[in-house]
Structures are given as structure tokens and as C-alpha cells.
């Protein structure tokens, strides 16, 4: 059961939480599907009954006043409280019906998901999954606002609050098409890329900052064909042999086992392993249902860093 589509949440808390979490009006409508000009009503409303505003614009962003921090606070404790209680009455029913929400990068959503949905339905088909595709961070913080029950995000440091359910190190390396050059190797070090035009990750993925540093320390002058915030896109690029693409084995696992890409580990001191973790609230928070496909989740991150392992 979610609170917002049982009509438990009043419209003007919920526009409030978006605009507070996406810090624009405009992002806001272009989530919600509807006008901007409605949003920015019903909250002029809400500032004028409450008498004093939530929001000022800062640097073209809107940034929560004294009063809309403290609003925010307790519309999420009362939307925490409406969640336990849909949670609750859920878990009365079994794993019979429900839903849960899953926020996740794009590599995942490509890679582990359609495997573990797969398994998950099979036991418990009644189950609604939402599945939201996002940034390492932005997941993050959808579970830390209680908008989301699980994450699995690459290399960033969790909110104190959330749980590390569990976590997998996985090289960086290079997908390389069967037959090219690169695909005869066994690893790669950071300078066998300069002389090859390379498709990188942009900066609102967390690989892209990563990669581009070690490329700054290492004085490698390296060619970049390409920055994209787009997995598959990096994929269909290193399918038709464009550019060197750098990735970890997530999200390729169809391409490799059917042999139309190779993966080539980097093996270097300045480029460590990504860190692969899947997040939750509190066991207290959380659904059977999500608790049910949160073991799922973590057997199937178990797995990938035992394979890189062995």
C-alpha cells in the first residue's frame, strides 16, 4: 500500500516534499505530470494559511526557509507513521499482496533486476514492485526520505540513518567487441587507453568523476570520444566498436554471456574496485514484502563479488 495513491497524504504535504527534495517548482511538475502554475498555487496557498514562507530562491534553486525545515520534518515523521501503518496492515495479508519501491542506477536496472524480479515473482506473484532508475546519490536519498524502501548505488557514503544491507567490490574494466585488439588481452593498465579513443561516463554518474581523476593523476593524455550519462548507450557504442568503454561487468551480464562484448579488468593501483551496495531503512520501516526482496537483492550482490573473486 502506498500512502500518496490511498489518497492519505493531503496534495499541498505532497507538492510541499517534492519541490523541498527537488529544490524546483519545474522539476516538480515535470514529475508529477501536471502544471507548474498549479504546484506554485497550492503552495502560495499553504505559506498564506500558514502565514510565512516555506521556500526562498537561492541561485536559481528553492531552499526551504526556518519554517520549511521544520514543516518538512514532521510531514516526513507523519508520512513515516502512515507508511509503519500500510506496512502493518500489509504484513496481516502474508506475502499475498502488497508492494514495495526499489531505487536504482541504470547498470543495475539492465543487470541484477530483471534476474531478481524474475525469482521474487515466482514465490510471491501478487506483489506490486515500483522501480525507479536514478543516480547513486538521488537513490540514496529516496530511501532516506522514506520514498523508497531499498537501493543498490555504486561508491558513495550512505546517510547514518540507512542500513548497508550488504556490498560487493567490483573491478573497473574495458568492454571490448570479440576479435578487436583489445579483446586479446587479459588486463589492461590505465596507459594502454592513450593511444584509444575512449566513451567515459559524464560527471552525474559517480564512475565518470572517479575515472577522470585517475586519468588526472596518472598525466595519461587521453582521447575522449564521448561523456554520456547513458549505460546503454555505452553498450550499443562498444557493440559496434566505437571507442574504448569503461564499465564494471553490471549491466553487460546478457552481452557477455552471449559473447558479443568481452570484459577486459583494468589492473591499476590508481583506479581501485567500484563499491556495489544495496541500501534499506531500518528493519523496523520496512515491509515483509520489501525485507523478502531485499534477500534477494543481497544474494545476488553476493554473488557478483564472489565471482570477481574467484
Known sequence: MDPFRLGLVATRIHYFQLVARLGSIRQAALALNVAPSSISRVLKQLEDEL??????RVRQRLKLTSAGELMLYHARASLGELNRACNEINELHGLHRGSLSVAVVESVARGLMPGALQQFWG????????IKVM????????????DCDLAVVFDIRPPRA????????????????PGSE?????????????????ILSDASLTLGASVEEAFNRSLIDLSRRARTNSIGLMVDLAKRNLGAVLQT???VEQELAEGTLNFIPLKDSRLPPRKLMLLS???KEISDAASAFGKL????VDRLGAATTT
Do not use: W
Open 135 to 146: 543516480g547513486s546519490q538521488q537513490a540514496a536519498t529516496a530511501v532516506a526520505e522514506g
Open 162 to 177: 540507512m542500513r548497508r544491507i550488504t556490498q560487493a567490490l567490483l573491478p573497473l574494466g574495458v568492454l571490448a567487441l
Open 182 to 198: 583489445m579483446a586479446e588481452r587479459t588486463e589492461l593498465k590505465l596507459f594502454d587507453l592513450a593511444n584509444q579513443r575512449v
Open 281 to 283: 531503512r531500518s528493519e
Open 51 to 56: 502565514g510565512t514562507p516555506l521556500f526562498e
Open 297 to 300: 537483492l543481497a544474494e545476488a
Open 123 to 130: 514465490r510471491h506473484p501478487d506483489i506490486t514492485v515500483e
Open 249 to 251: 561487468r553490471v549491466g
